[in-house]
């Protein structure tokens, strides 16, 4: 979301685009041959990305030369389904593969109770009336064309980020901790929620309650061991803590996580904030997990509750979240000292190996040192064709989706070019959601605001 300094200071990105600079470098550290070790792929991609973005001339998305994008769909156009009109707020999203070629995009909206369109309510798939979030589902044929688009839940709140599941699904994430008879909800929020994007009556609006009550942000899931990590994003100190959830049915398919199972928190060892640590490389072994003491929060929010003596672990912005190779990567998007941070930091992205116990910084982003240098505040992020990342920046200013290489080379992929603002103070929305397809081809993105969804194709494998 648009950001400011807490003292009122403009951001780096505020700056950039005030000052029209378009630089695509960002400072950069980190062990990239270890996050995206064993990626075959990733020797197709050369060191310069896939060259500079080429201003488009419909004024909403600016690609690399050979590129070309698809709008899919736009907040405010009637749903295939008859159902309403697209909601507002595209957010997280995830690609899985349906029957005959065909792809589901499953596509977060992360509307409040002052959301401008509303996820409408669809009998049989809203959890709450009063809730104006949730998620859209599109089907598209194996050219990309779309067949279909529908609600696949309705009822939820702030429908941030979420994760896949190895079963075919998708985990939708409520970012707030809102109880019933707060703005207007009837019942509790704050859960995740199943979405079968395939049918979505299957799966329903059913709250996974032993997930925990939290602003969640994002989950991954270990497919070899079916435990769910979650991570939680508190906008106030204390600052949210990294979760994992050991189900009672691990691998049991759609529904099963509603058997419940034990929620936990990380705890590294003399390291009550993630945000201290700041070199890349630095590793602690013997990770500890504690048992929530009250996954519910019937009364406080889980991350003051009483961990023992030894308190546990929390961390600023804690948002992506996803599974690699054999371990779990999270992303903290910033940490700033002035809001109650232990230090400050533009960006990290950390590795969590269960089969060592160990947590290692793998990527830093920053620092703030040159205004040319945008690159702060990673926000959705996921694993490439090419072997590295694509991610999406947060903040105000020109809103890019970056590359990442597996040498720590970085590269504009993507710039909204859809201006809210006015010329003279011009205005972006941030991205969303990137995901590729199944087959690799096709990476798709959301515009936040307004609400749009690309589906953008070219040589990837160059």
């Not at 890349?280 to 406080?300: C, K, Q």
């Not at 947590?359 to 240098?373: E, K, S």
């Not at 953008?456 to 494998?461: D, I, K, S, Y």
Request: glycine share 14%.
């Amino acid at each position: 979301m648009p950001e400011n300094t807490t003292d009122g200071r403009p951001s780096r990105r505020q700056l950039l685009s005030r000052t029209g600079a378009l630089g695509v470098s960002i400072a950069f550290a980190g062990n990239l041959t270890e996050l995206f070790a064993g990626t075959a792929a990733a020797q197709h991609l050369g060191h310069t990305g896939y060259g500079p973005l080429v201003p488009d001339p419909k004024g909403l998305l600016d690609l690399p030369e050979g590129f070309r994008y698809r709008v899919l769909s736009r907040e405010g156009e009637p749903l295939r389904s008859g159902e309403g009109p697209v909601p507002s707020n595209h957010d997280g999203m995830t690609a899985l593969p349906g029957a005959n070629g065909r792809v589901h995009l499953v596509r977060n909206h992360e509307n409040r109770t002052t959301a401008r369109i509303p996820v409408p309510t669809v009998a049989g798939l809203t959890y709450d009336p009063a809730g104006k979030g949730g998620c859209t589902s599109l089907t598209l044929d194996r050219r990309g064309r779309v067949l279909s688009e529908r609600v696949a839940i309705a009822g939820t709140a702030v429908n941030c980020a979420g994760g896949p599941t190895p079963w075919g699904t998708w985990l939708t994430c409520e970012e707030t901790e809102d109880r019933a008879g707060t703005n207007g909800y009837a019942k509790d929020h704050g859960f995740v929620f199943e979405v079968d994007p395939a049918n979505p009556y299957r799966s329903g609006a059913v709250p996974l309650t032993a997930m925990g009550r939290f602003q969640h942000e994002a989950v991954a899931v270990d497919p070899r061991h079916g435990i769910v990590y979650e991570t939680e994003d508190a906008f106030e100190r204390p600052f949210g803590l990294f979760y994992r959830f050991l189900p009672n049915a691990p691998h049991g398919g759609l529904g099963s996580l509603r058997a419940g199972g034990r929620l936990q928190a990380m705890r590294v060892p003399g390291v009550p904030d993630l945000s201290s640590i700041q070199e890349t490389g630095a590793s602690f072994e013997n990770i500890e997990w504690v048992d929530v003491p009250d996954p519910l929060a019937t009364r406080t929010p889980i991350r003051l509750q009483d961990f023992g003596p030894k308190g546990i672990t929390h961390a600023q912005k804690l948002e992506g979240c996803y599974w690699g190779g054999r371990s779990v990567y999270f992303v903290s998007s910033f940490a700033r000292s002035a809001e109650g941070s232990a230090a400050d930091h533009y960006g990290q992205i950390w590795r969590y190996d269960p089969a060592a116990r160990r947590l290692t910084l793998v990527i830093v982003f920053g620092p703030d040192t040159d205004v040319q240098l945008p690159g702060e505040s990673p926000d959705n992020i996921c694993l490439a064709p090419s072997g590295g990342l694509m991610v999406c920046e947060d903040g105000n200013g020109a809103q890019h989706v970056f590359g990442v290489t597996r040498g720590g080379e970085v590269y504009a992929m993507a710039r909204n070019a859809q201006n809210l603002g006015t010329p003279q103070e011009p205005e972006w929305g941030e991205f969303a959601g990137v995901t590729f397809s199944p087959d690799g081809g096709t990476m798709y993105v959301n515009c936040y605001t307004p609400g749009t969804t690309f589906a953008v194709t070219g040589p990837w494998r160059r």
